[in-house]
C-alpha cells in the first residue's frame, strides 16, 4: 500500500467512531465541569410501604396525603408511598429490606423484626383491630356450625384481623378450620367482601375500617350483608423504620405522627384511614401478638 492510499483510509479509520458516538450522548469524562451558585439538590427519598389494606388505587388515595404532610414536615426529606399488588409481595418487600418506612399489619410486625426493622409507632384505636365474618341477611346462617362445609373468603393467609384472627374465633367455637371449611384467599380486604355480597363464598372475614369505608361507598353492601361475628381486638397496626434509616429522622416521623391528630391538617389525613390517631410505640408493644400466633400455630397449625 503506497503512502497516498494509506493516508486517506487511515482518516476513514478515525472518522468511524466519530460518526458512531454521534448516536451516542457524549461521555460526560471528555465535558468541562459546570458550576451553579444552586448546590445539588441534597433530599433524601425514603420508601414507605403500606401492607395491603387496601386495594393499591384505594391505598393510594388514603395514604399518600400522610406522604405529603410528612415531606413537608421533615427537612431534606421527600417520602413515597409504596403499595404492592397482594400480602405476599409485601412479605417479599420486607424479607428483601427495601423499603424504608413500614406500615405493616401486627403479624408482618413480627416478621419485620427479624429484617433489620423497629417499630417507631402505631396506629391508635386498638379497639378497631378485631376480626370480623360477614354473611348474606339472607344467608340462614346464624351459628358457627352453620358454616361447616361452606366456603369463607379472606384477604391473605397472613391477614392478622381479617384471617388469623376470624380463623382463631372458629376454632374456638368448635369449628376445623383446615377440613370443615373451604377457605379461599382472594387478595384484597375488598375482594373477601365482595365474595359473599356476590354469592361466591359463605361468608367473608375483614375487620372494621374497610367494611365501613366500603359500606359507605357502597350502601348496598350494607343492605345485604351483616356482620355475624367479631373477634376480641389485638394492637393496631405498627410503624416501622430500618435501621439503616437516620435515627434523627425515624424520630421525627415517630413524633409527627404522634402528633398529627392535634394538627390543622391531621382530621383531612386521618378520616380517610377511619383512624383517630397514631401514637408512639415499640417493639415490646407487640408481645401479645406473639403470644396470638403461638396459641394459633399450636392449635390450629402454622401461618399458610
Not at 351459628?143 to 392478622?160: E, K, W
Request: charged share 25%.
Amino acid at each position: 500500500m503506497t503512502r497516498s492510499t494509506a493516508a486517506p483510509l487511515l482518516g476513514l479509520l478515525l472518522l468511524v467512531p466519530l460518526l458512531a458516538g454521534c448516536e451516542q450522548e457524549e461521555p460526560s469524562a471528555v465535558t468541562a465541569p459546570t458550576f451553579s451558585a444552586t448546590p445539588p439538590d441534597a433530599t433524601a427519598v425514603y420508601s414507605f410501604a403500606v401492607h395491603p389494606l387496601h386495594n393499591p388505587v384505594r391505598l393510594n388515595e388514603v395514604f399518600n396525603p400522610l406522604m405529603t404532610y410528612l415531606t413537608a414536615q421533615v427537612p431534606d426529606a421527600r417520602f413515597r408511598l409504596e403499595a404492592s399488588r397482594n400480602y405476599a409481595h409485601y412479605n417479599q418487600k420486607i424479607d428483601a429490606e427495601r423499603p424504608d418506612f413500614l406500615l405493616p399489619n401486627p403479624y408482618q410486625t413480627l416478621r419485620a423484626l427479624d429484617h433489620g426493622y423497629n417499630v417507631i409507632a402505631k396506629m391508635g384505636d386498638d379497639e378497631h383491630f378485631r376480626g370480623i365474618i360477614l354473611v348474606r341477611r339472607d344467608s340462614g346462617i346464624d351459628s358457627v356450625d352453620d358454616l361447616r362445609g361452606g366456603s369463607i373468603s379472606y384477604p391473605a393467609p397472613t391477614a392478622l384481623a381479617a384471617t388469623m384472627m376470624p380463623q382463631y374465633f372458629l376454632y374456638e367455637h368448635g369449628l376445623d378450620v383446615r377440613a370443615e371449611v373451604d377457605n379461599r384467599y382472594v387478595g384484597s380486604q375488598e375482594s373477601a367482601i365482595l365474595n359473599v355480597f356476590l354469592g361466591e363464598t359463605d361468608a367473608g372475614a375483614t375487620w372494621p375500617p374497610p367494611w365501613r369505608a366500603l359500606a359507605a361507598e357502597r350502601p348496598e353492601l350494607a343492605e345485604v350483608l351483616e356482620v355475624r361475628w367479631q373477634t376480641e381486638p389485638l394492637p393496631n397496626n405498627s410503624v416501622m423504620a430500618h435501621e439503616r434509616v437516620d435515627d434523627e429522622v425515624a424520630r421525627q416521623v415517630a413524633t409527627l405522627l404522634d402528633r398529627l391528630h392535634r394538627q390543622p391538617e391531621g382530621t383531612p389525613i386521618l378520616e380517610p384511614m377511619e383512624l383517630s390517631h397514631f401514637e408512639l410505640a415499640d417493639d415490646d408493644d407487640y408481645s401479645p401478638v406473639v403470644d396470638f400466633v403461638q396459641q394459633f400455630e399450636q392449635r390450629i397449625g402454622p401461618v399458610e
